[in-house]
């Protein structure tokens, strides 16, 4: 949703805007406290703002790392 709301708005956000919103950022945005994010992360192959951009990798809090080739 971040990247067709950069793509569509009109220059109402920058990219640097775009790709706080796929982060921990979009929580403090919204107002709502998040559980810490510590060793949680995701690999994308290419951008996560473009349509074409996809996930490759998941590691969740539990420490679990899901991969998709």
């Not at 790709?19 to 998040?34: Q, S, Y």
């Amino acid at each position: 949703m971040a990247g067709v709301a950069l793509a569509n708005g009109q220059g109402a956000l920058n990219y640097e805007e775009a790709f706080k919103l796929v982060g921990a950022n979009f929580f403090t945005m919204l107002g709502v406290e998040a559980e810490s994010a510590e060793g949680e992360f995701v690999v994308f192959e290419g951008s996560p703002l473009d349509i074409d951009g996809r996930v490759r990798a998941v590691r969740n809090a539990a420490g679990k790392v899901d991969v998709w080739a």
